[in-house]
């Protein structure tokens, strides 16, 4: 059983940056490609980005690529997701995601765990 705990969310002006962790408690964490997903308000919940489990390959949500940048540091079990130049459209709950497999999908359902997720808001 894989537990993730997101942080670094907050309350930005747009045009901001923030970024976000996702620490896993799997010290084998680096068998597992990760997912960030977001929901907003009334919305259901959508893709972001994603990173195989060696971090050599992402994947962006096109609302995002070119803003959003995803990393991880298997060494400490971790996945970030760098995000610039937010807007008030990002403004949603972000989730971390994790499946066993090499590379990352783009569909929730395809992931085995997730997180409790951490509030994004972006104002005006």
């Known amino acids: 059983q894989v537990q993730l705990v997101e942080s670094g969310g907050g309350l930005v002006q747009a045009g901001g940056s923030l970024r976000l962790s996702c620490a896993a408690s799997e010290r084998t964490f680096s068998s597992y490609a990760v997912g960030w997903f977001r929901q907003a308000p009334g919305k259901e919940r959508e893709f972001a980005a994603t990173?195989?489990?060696?971090?050599?390959?992402?994947d962006y949500a096109d609302s995002v690529k070119g803003r959003f940048t995803i990393s991880r540091d298997n060494a400490k079990n971790t996945v970030y997701l760098q995000m610039n130049s937010l807007k008030p459209d990002d403004t949603a709950v972000y989730y971390c995601?994790?499946?066993?497999?090499?590379?990352?999908?783009?569909?929730?359902?395809?992931?085995?765990?997730w997180g409790q997720g951490t509030q994004v808001t972006v104002s005006s």
């Open positions: 995601a994790a499946r066993r497999g090499i590379v990352g999908r783009t569909t929730s359902a395809e992931y085995d765990y």
């Open positions: 990173i195989s489990r060696s971090g050599a390959n992402t």
